[in-house]
Every structure is written in C-alpha cells, then in structure tokens.
T-cell receptor
Framework: DVKVTQSSRYLVKRTGEKVFLECVQD?????MFWYRQDPGLGLRLIYF???????EKGDIPEGYSVSREKKERFSLILESASTNQTSMYLC????????????FGPGTRLLVL | KQEVTQIPAALSVPEGENLVLNCSFT??????LQWFRQDPGKGLTSLLL?????REQTSGRLNASLDKSSGRSTLYIAASQPGDSATYLC????????FGTGTRLKVLA
C-alpha cells in the first residue's frame, strides 16, 4: 500500500515563526502536492512538484515556499507564519499516468497564534 | 485555469434514495477524474478513478460517469445509507490537480 506521511498531526506556532511541514511518500511517485483546506473554501492547491528540485505555484502560493531535494520528500515552508495561515494542510502524491490515483496524507492541523 | 464546480453544494435526503452528484470542469485535457469522500475532521478516501479513455466506473453502490468533451462527471449513489453522509469531492487530473468545491451529503435514517 502507498503510504503518505506528514510529520505532525497538530502544530501550534506563534506569529512570525518559520514553520516547516514535511511530507514523505514511499512509492517513488514523481508528483507531490500541498493543499490547504478551510471551511467554505474547500481544498486549494498551494504548490506542486513533478520532479526533484522542481516546483510550480498552485492557486495560493503567497506566504509559502517549498523544497524538494529528494524524490520522496516534499516540504512546505511558512517563512513567517501569520494567523491567516491557520488551516488544515494536506499533502498528496501520485505517479504520472491516467490510471494513477492521487494518495493523501492524514493532514496537519496548524494553529498560528 | 481549471475551474471545477460541484452541484449541489449540499444535499439532505432520506435513507434509501438514489442520488446524483455533479461535477463540471473547464479544462477537458484531463488524464483522469477521481471522486473522493471526506468525513468530518478526517482525510480523503478515494472512491473511484475514471481514466480519460473510459466512460464510467463502478464500485458497489457507486457509479461514476465521465463526459470529457463536455467537461462533466456524475457520481451516482444507489440506495443511500446514513453511512454515506460525508463531503464528496471530484478531482479532474490535469497539470494542476484542482479540486471541486464539494457536495455535503446528509442521509437521514
């Protein structure tokens, strides 16, 4: 079974802190994604990556950056956390191809005080 | 830019009814389309994946159809049960993988 793991289930940070959210997948997937989910706004794509050291902006990249130094790991970085970044963050991965399912991690619920 | 809309946004039905959930998308250059369910406070569970060359896919009481040229997919739930209560999300597989807005379903016992 494909496994996508996220480093923390719950995280509490202070405004202005630098925050790292880690995602690791164990199935050699090329594609990895970071979403945030907020009530009434659904799942919104922050950044995605189709290969090591490659990144593309999603719909809401402002205030975030990403890093993909190894194929299995995709990190989301909040350079200076703000209260409006309080949210549920979901990581996903998939292999390129029409028959490939997108697999999700359990999510990280981040609270920025 | 891909835009994905799901109708209705919310639905409340008595147990036993057959349901149709709709998903429309603007960029028809998709690899596939997935339907997910999400229970409150939980992660996403993949229900069905339809490849771009397929017209439909079935799993138990669920049937999903895809009309790629018109940018539409439907999820049919037969004989609904209270355990089907969840939010249903569609995900057209394109370059950016943008989710639909979701349909919140409540099945009443």
């Amino acid at each position: 079974d494909v496994k996508v793991t996220q480093s923390s289930r719950y995280l509490v940070k202070r405004t202005g802190e630098k925050v790292f959210l880690e995602c690791v997948q164990d199935m050699d997937h090329e594609n990895m994604f970071w979403y945030r989910q907020d009530p009434g706004l659904g799942l919104r794509l922050i950044y995605f990556s189709y290969d090591v050291k490659m990144k593309e902006k999603g719909d809401i990249p402002e205030g975030y950056s990403v890093s993909r130094e190894k194929k299995e790991r995709f990190s989301l970085i909040l350079e200076s956390a703000s209260t409006n970044q309080t949210s549920m963050y979901l990581c996903a991965s998939t292999r390129i191809g029409s028959q490939e399912t997108q697999y999700f991690g359990p999510g990280t619920r981040l609270l920025v005080l | 830019k891909q835009e994905v809309t799901q109708i209705p946004a919310a639905l409340s039905v008595p147990e036993g009814e057959n349901l149709v959930l709709n998903c429309s998308f603007t960029d028809s250059a998709i690899y596939n389309l997935q339907w997910f369910r999400q229970d409150p406070g939980k992660g996403l569970t993949s229900l069905l994946l339809i490849q771009s060359s397929q017209r439909e896919q079935t799993s138990g009481r669920l049937n999903a159809s895809l009309d790629k040229s018109s940018g539409r997919s439907t999820l049919y739930i037969a004989a609904s049960q209270p355990g089907d209560s969840a939010t249903y999300l569609c995900l057209p597989g394109t370059y950016k993988y943008i989710f639909g807005t979701g349909t919140r379903l409540k099945v009443l016992a």
